[in-house]
Nanobody, 118 residues
Framework: QVQLVESGGGLVQAGGSLRLSCAAS??????MGWYRQAPGKQREMVAR???????NYADSVKDRFTISRDNARNTVDLQMTDLKSDDTGLYYC??????????????WGQGTQVTVSS
């Protein structure tokens, strides 16, 4: 019932840009974010944003990536610029939403691949 669907991944040369989008089902999400997993690495937080618009970024992407959300459309985007080979990975959208009991649960999309070539 709760769904997050990512789009916008692809192959891009170093220094290029991509915009990732996440379309969520009709769910009240609190924080939403983007995570990524590079080959052989742990999944890491890239950026997250509160419902009120406060954003946090990993140090490695600060000043290059921008996260935004549209609460009316239930979407969250990640604008990525000056991409580097280390940005390569599978990017996941996630969101936290209260259950019927009021306890928050984290939901994940299936991921979209970003590959940065040198």
């Amino acid at each position: 019932q709760v769904q997050l669907v990512e789009s916008g991944g692809g192959l891009v040369q170093a220094g290029g840009s991509l915009r990732l989008s996440c379309a969520a089902s009709d769910t009240f999400f609190n924080d939403m974010g983007w995570y990524r997993q590079a080959p052989g690495k742990q999944r890491e937080m890239v950026a997250r944003i509160s419902r009120g618009g406060r954003a946090n970024y990993a140090d490695s992407v600060k000043d290059r990536f921008t996260i935004s959300r549209d609460n009316a459309r239930n979407t969250v985007d990640l604008q990525m610029t000056d991409l580097k080979s280390d940005d390569t990975g599978l990017y996941y959208c996630n969101g936290r939403a209260p259950t019927t009991t009021g306890v928050e649960r984290t939901y994940w999309g299936q991921g979209t691949q970003v590959t940065v070539s040198s």
